[in-house]
């Protein structure tokens, strides 16, 4: 799927607007695994501040709080079944109960998903570099030849 920014110029069109799309159907994946990494994270904390079981009207409250008093809407492509990415902690994190009034095994859950959400974030900055670099291309297209812009336009 990664061409080296160098190679961008060596794809003609249509393999230019599928590399992108590609690329931010990747995106979506990845930003969808850190929400669930963060729903993680903001169930663990609420868990703790609480003396019960949480309600369903807590994880509404907990999972749809931003902290700047908006809700989280998202329109998400992904479909759950799809597979996490290669994080071990990931897996490991989803099949592992933690009781959330032990303080170790609490501050173990946030250390390793902390460092899982590190690196997804990391991986989604360098997508973004990367659909950058190719909209930046197709732009430069456009311009030497405004034309092939329709070619994406469906014909009746």
Same mark, same amino acid.
């Given at each position: 799927?990664?061409?080296?920014?160098?190679?961008?110029?060596?794809?003609?069109?249509?393999?230019?607007?599928?590399?992108?799309?590609?690329?931010?159907?990747?995106?979506?994946?990845v930003s969808y695994w850190r929400r669930l990494v963060h729903a993680r994270l903001d169930l663990l904390a609420a868990e703790r501040a609480t003396d019960h079981v949480l309600t369903l009207p807590d994880l509404v409250r907990v999972l749809g709080d931003t902290? %700047?008093?908006? %809700?989280?809407?998202?329109?998400?492509?992904?479909?759950?079944?799809?597979?996490?990415?290669?994080?071990?902690?990931?897996?490991?994190?989803?099949? %592992?109960?933690?009781?959330?009034?032990?303080?170790?095994?609490?501050?173990?859950?946030?250390?390793?998903?902390?460092?899982?959400?590190?690196?997804?974030?990391?991986?989604?900055?360098?997508?973004?570099?990367?659909?950058?670099?190719? %909209?930046?291309?197709?732009?430069?297209?456009?311009?030497?030849?405004?034309?092939?812009?329709?070619?994406?336009?469906?014909?009746?």
């Amino acid at each position: 799927m990664r061409p080296e920014s160098a190679d961008i110029g060596a794809l003609d069109l249509p393999a230019l607007r599928e590399y992108r799309h590609r690329l931010e159907a990747e995106e979506d994946r990845v930003s969808y695994w850190r929400r669930l990494v963060h729903a993680r994270l903001d169930l663990l904390a609420a868990e703790r501040a609480t003396d019960h079981v949480l309600t369903l009207p807590d994880l509404v409250r907990v999972l749809g709080d931003t902290g %700047t008093g908006q %809700t989280r809407q998202a329109l998400v492509s992904v479909r759950a079944a799809e597979p996490l990415p290669e994080l071990p902690e990931l897996t490991e994190m989803w099949a %592992t109960d933690v009781d959330p009034r032990d303080d170790a095994q609490v501050a173990d859950a946030v250390e390793r998903l902390t460092g899982a959400e590190r690196q997804l974030t990391d991986y989604r900055r360098a997508l973004h570099q990367r659909i950058d670099e190719a %909209t930046a291309e197709l732009i430069a297209r456009y311009r030497e030849n405004p034309r092939a812009a329709l070619a994406v336009i469906p014909e009746d």
